[in-house]
């Protein structure tokens, strides 16, 4: 068990409580617990000793306990709450509280029990007003109904499996289908010669006869002047306090922030980058509320990831489906007690003083997005390359703060992002399911919904990037192994830059949910249209415009890339400046300018390379999440294995059997659900603070 999460049990879990009281007082949080236990009489607290030996083993509802009584034993003092309604945000269970302490040996004498001609306290009274705890039968008639709805959505989802099927021949119709209407347009449309002067020689007509060029280049550098200066016209946020050593406030503010917060990590592959992630992330979350789902299409695991995990004592799931996207479904239902989660990539390591902004989630608001940062190894500036990536992300962070500020980005960096927990779940109904730029699909789902997407910049959180453009240089990095920047954006990221074309445009014209704040998101979604109708075009265009106008057109071409030098110039110089983040010199002059020519050609040719694979991919019919068979089932196994490890607690100490469907099991794959327990520390580890 890693050290901070150890020490954490002191500090939020460990909370002395007498024992008249246990089953009746009700805290919204930990600390409240602590303030109140603080200000009681001391004969009136039970010995740090017991708390301590009841909290050593705690009960979630990820925890495989063989036995009732196996399972009261483990239960930790946050526990020991008056349960919630159903619909709770966070995760619950209802011991016998009396019980738990009656088996301790060592008599602690405890104040007699309140009389009832006394006044109502606070803590009576919060158990008067708290609902009353769910029955064995009620809990049964809740996780049914849940059951029930969520076998439901699985059989719909098999059945739309079936319909979207289509047999061998229909899908090689269609790849012929699609190559023969680009081949049949290209030359009819933009070659057309002998037949007729297609769209290419008419282009050329109009550049050298209409004298278009001064005033097609105006309006083109018009827009990226815009496009490129506004954003600078704000700042980054101020950075959080340091993290050093806090008081008692500050670090219930801390906790107070993250605990409703889970941290969904998806990952395939990682043994070898998980463990820094884990060690960053248990700086500001609770081992319980962190998540770690490795995925991949295959029955058992395909490395050691969860050994890894196991001594960090976070909760680790196997999803048996290889999609990223599916895994953060999964982690949307085994994280469904709180109230907001937070999507980070296996790489990406949380500053110290990362903020859990959950307070700017609002009723627009609906997503945050962080402002990364590119590094190399071990957080080293890492390579030219790297470096260049670094100034790249950053610049594309000040630009998602400044149109999230106007209405909203398009949508948030894929390596971290916090969402509400019931809204995330609610945009896998509109995201179309794509295993490929599902953080693009995202943003647009949250923008149909409703849903604003602003940034957070105080903080820069550190991600692993490839380390060359072209030619890797050895290593790994994580499941993918090592990447180079043609490879992740040629293949993977620039995949549907033509097809989004038509979501962007579908949004522009058809979707007014965000009210006045329409206008900055259309603005922000407007500017991705525009960049890929110039990588369309590019390949027509420059080459005709220098064979009218060579001169002309050579100029234009030197003030374009003049004028963004002079962007990144004072984009290093004040904002870079400020938060501590400046770029080197030889970075920005000598390579950052070759790097992004070359990232302008990569995006070109991606563009009609996308075209080409779009035959494929799309002769086989891609459901939404919601309605793919295996991700359905992996929700409805998470359900079932977890509802069968914790047995329904009753006065009478019983417990209920969950039936197993043998067709159902047979039709979906099984999710290994683990939540690694570590083995109980020294008091030596419990007595300094997990942010020292």
């Known amino acids: 068990m890693s050290k901070y999460h150890a020490r954490r049990h002191t500090m939020v879990e460990d909370v002395?409580?007498?024992?008249?009281?246990?089953?009746?007082?009700?805290?919204?949080?930990?600390?409240?617990?602590?303030?109140?236990?603080?200000?009681?009489?001391?004969?009136?607290?039970?010995p740090y000793t017991l708390a301590r030996s009841a909290s050593q083993k705690q009960s979630s509802g990820l925890s495989r306990s063989k036995s009732l009584g196996g399972l009261a034993r483990s239960a930790s003092l946050s526990?020991?709450?008056?349960?919630?309604?159903?619909?709770?945000?966070?995760?619950?269970?209802?011991?016998?509280?009396?019980?738990?302490?009656?088996?301790?040996?060592?008599?602690v004498p405890l104040s007699p029990p309140l009389e009832q001609d006394e006044p109502i306290t606070p803590i009576k009274e919060a158990a008067v007003h708290a609902s009353p705890p769910m029955s064995a039968n009620s809990s049964d008639t809740f996780a049914s109904s849940q059951r029930s709805s969520m076998q439901d959505v699985y059989e719909k989802a098999k059945l739309r499996k079936v319909a979207l099927q289509r047999k061998y021949w229909v899908r090689l119709l269609f790849e012929i289908g699609f190559y023969t209407f680009l081949i049949l347009f290209i030359y009819f449309v933009l070659i057309g010669m002998p037949l007729w002067k297609g769209a290419v020689w008419w282009l050329y007509w109009v550049i050298s006869n209409k004298f278009v060029i001064p005033g097609g280049w105006a309006i083109l550098l018009g827009l990226a002047f815009l496009y490129a200066f506004l954003p600078l016209l704000i700042l980054f946020e101020k950075d959080p306090p340091a993290v050093l050593v806090p008081t008692d406030a500050d670090l219930e503010k801390q906790v107070s922030n993250a605990e409703n917060t889970a941290l969904l990590i998806p990952c395939y592959k990682s043994a070898q980058i998980i463990g820094p992630t884990l060690d960053a992330a248990l700086k500001i979350f609770p081992a319980e509320n962190i998540f770690v789902i490795a995925n991949g299409n295959s029955e058992t695991p395909l490395d050691n990831t969860e050994d890894v995990c196991r001594p960090y004592g976070v909760n680790h799931l196997w999803v048996p489906v290889g999609s990223k996207i599916v895994a953060q479904f999964a982690g949307c239902y085994a994280a469904k007690g709180f109230e907001n989660v937070l999507l980070i990539d296996d790489d990406c390591a949380l500053p110290p003083n990362f903020p859990v902004v959950s307070n700017r989630l609002t009723s627009s608001v609906r997503c945050i997005g962080y402002t990364i940062k590119s590094v190399g190894p071990e957080s080293s500036k890492g390579t030219y390359c790297q470096q260049a990536q670094d100034l790249e992300y950053k610049m594309s962070g000040i630009q998602r703060a400044f149109f999230g500020m106007l209405g909203s980005a398009t949508f948030p960096h894929g390596a971290i992002s916090l969402w509400n927990t019931e809204f995330l779940k609610q945009?896998?109904?509109?995201?179309?399911?794509?295993?490929?730029?599902?953080?693009?699909?995202?943003?647009?789902?949250?923008?149909?919904?409703?849903?604003?997407?602003?940034?957070?910049?105080?903080?820069?959180?550190?991600?692993?990037?490839?380390?060359?453009?072209?030619?890797?240089?050895?290593?790994?990095?994580?499941g993918f192994g090592e990447m180079t920047v043609f490879k992740q954006r040629f293949k993977r990221w620039n995949f549907f830059f033509v097809i989004g074309m038509y979501y962007d445009l579908k949004y522009i014209f058809t979707s007014w949910k965000l009210g006045w704040w329409e206008i900055g998101a259309k603005l922000c979604v407007f500017q991705e249209v525009y960049e890929t109708l110039i990588y369309l075009l590019a390949p027509f265009v420059l080459p005709i415009s220098f064979y009218v106008r060579p001169s002309f057109c050579g100029i234009l071409l030197g003030a374009t890339i003049g004028m963004y030098i002079v962007n990144v110039l004072v984009f290093n110089e004040i904002h870079l400046r400020l938060k501590k983040e400046r770029i080197d010199w030889k970075v920005l002059i000598l390579y950052y300018t070759f790097y992004k020519i070359a990232l302008t050609g990569i995006n070109v040719f991606s563009c009609y390379w996308s075209l080409y694979k779009y035959a494929r991919y799309f002769a086989k019919r891609h459901p939404k999440v919601i309605e793919d068979e295996e991700a359905i089932g992996v929700v409805l196994s998470l359900e079932r294995e977890v509802d069968s490890e914790i047995p329904t607690i009753q006065e009478n100490v019983a417990s209920t059997v969950i039936p197993q469907d043998a067709d159902a099991n047979r039709a979906y794959k099984r999710l290994t659900l683990t939540k690694v327990e570590a083995p109980p520390q020294t008091m030596d580890e419990f007595s300094h603070g997990p942010w020292v």
Not at 16 to 45: G, I, Q, Y
Not at 90 to 104: H, K, T, V
């Open 79 to 107: 526990t020991l709450r008056v349960p919630k309604r159903p619909d709770a945000t966070r995760p619950r269970s209802n011991p016998p509280a009396l019980q738990l302490w009656d088996e301790f040996k060592q008599p």
């Open 16 to 46: 002395c409580v007498p024992k008249h009281l246990l089953s009746t007082a009700k805290f919204d949080s930990p600390w409240e617990m602590k303030k109140w236990e603080k200000s009681l009489p001391e004969n009136d607290r039970v």
């Open 427 to 478: 945009t896998f109904n509109e995201h179309p399911g794509f295993s490929v730029s599902e953080d693009w699909f995202f943003g647009d789902a949250c923008r149909r919904l409703g849903g604003r997407i602003t940034m957070c910049s105080s903080v820069f959180v550190e991600t692993e990037t490839p380390s060359a453009v072209f030619f890797a240089r050895g290593g790994s990095r994580g």
